[in-house]
């Protein structure tokens, strides 16, 4: 069975400074690996994406995730948020791209 | 490039009551599939379509059923609302790895 633990429910940061998003995942084999955002009453917007090849994955709005297969892991990164970035953030894992499991979201703070 | 539609964007029903959630895509995609959203759980897979003429269940089926009725549209159906199945519904579509979402239906059942 597939499955992705995000830690943090909530993280607080300071406009300019980096952020870290925690997602550890449980797969059996290679997985398909996303991070998708959720502004407030919007539906989620695709961030970033990995398959296979490079483990450092660039996305859009100054993102960046690394693949770990040592740790089961998928950590998102970005080294200067905006106070556009408060949002929820969510880490999916699945064998393709539409059979996903999420994880329960971490939700982003940014205090001027 | 409307992407991904969804209606209604509101609903509230009563126990008992059915309604149907209408999905509809304009990307030619293969694929289509209705997630739910509850607080604390992220988002789970109720059915998915990975082609026309196919739908298949995903992690939490119960009380519901799909349709899909072509390429471009997929509906969710509520035969006997529960106030279990308030939620707020997300329907996607993808093609090569990655999903678009609709702006999601906020379901209450009272």
């Known amino acids: 069975a597939q499955s992705v633990t995000q830690p943090d429910i909530h993280i607080t940061v300071s406009e300019g400074a980096s952020l870290e998003l925690r997602c550890n995942y449980s797969y059996g084999a290679t997985p398909y690996l996303f991070w998708y955002v959720q502004s407030p009453g919007q539906g989620l917007q695709l961030l970033l994406k990995y398959f296979s090849g490079d483990t450092l994955v660039q996305g859009i709005k100054g993102f960046e995730a690394e693949f770990k297969r040592s740790q089961s892991s998928f950590n998102l990164r970005k080294p200067s948020v905006h106070w556009s970035d408060a949002a929820e953030y969510f880490c999916?894992?699945?064998?393709?791209?539409?059979?996903?499991?999420f994880g329960a979201g971490t939700t982003v703070t940014v205090r001027a | 490039n409307a992407g991904v539609t969804q209606t209604p964007k509101f609903q509230v029903l009563k126990t008992g009551q059915s309604m149907t959630l209408q999905c509809a895509q304009d990307?030619?995609?293969?694929?289509m599939y209705w997630y739910r959203q509850d607080p604390g759980m992220g988002l789970r897979l109720i059915y998915y379509?990975?082609?026309?003429?196919?739908?298949d269940k995903g992690e939490v089926p119960n009380g519901y059923n799909v349709s899909r009725l072509n390429k471009r549209e997929f509906s969710l159906r509520l035969e006997s609302a529960a106030p279990s199945q308030t939620s707020v519904y997300f329907c996607?579509?993808?093609?090569?790895?990655?999903?678009?979402f609709g702006q999601g239906t906020r379901l209450t059942v009272v």
């Open positions: 990307m030619n995609h293969n694929s």
């Open positions: 996607a579509s993808s093609q090569t790895g990655e999903a678009f």
């Open positions: 379509s990975a082609s026309e003429g196919t739908t």
């Open positions: 999916a894992v699945g064998p393709n791209d539409y059979k996903l499991s």
